[in-house]
């Protein structure tokens, strides 16, 4: 019984590339965004440029967390994680995780623009 359970928690973390793949693309796109945001000198760059530059910048940033998170999410549960694990991974309950994250199988396979 207990080499069956491995033999499938196997398959499922391998099964999971794909959706692993797809959260190192997420963190990777938030990362570059950080790091040129992280990078903006401190004047504008031109004197028409909107006083807010800086949270014109920035305001990505959560979008792309968002994206992240959720490719995080589709790899876990593709690897066998259950809802309660999720949960407490993203310091939530099993219901509100499957509630917020539930339908998020299709939405996983279109990739992280869509």
Do not use: N, Y
């Amino acid at each position: 019984m207990h080499r069956q359970a491995a033999w499938r928690a196997r398959r499922r973390w391998r099964e999971a590339k794909l959706a692993r793949d797809r959260v190192a693309e997420a963190g990777e796109v938030l990362l570059l965004h950080v790091r040129s945001v992280a990078q903006l000198p401190a004047q504008p760059p031109s004197p028409v440029s909107p006083a807010p530059w800086h949270c014109a910048a920035v305001a990505q940033v959560p979008e792309l967390a968002g994206q992240l998170v959720r490719a995080a999410v589709v790899a876990d549960r593709r690897a066998g994680a259950s809802w309660e694990q999720t949960g407490a991974g993203l310091g939530i309950s099993a219901e509100a995780a499957r509630s917020r994250f539930g339908r998020l199988r299709g939405a996983a396979r279109a990739g992280p623009s869509g």
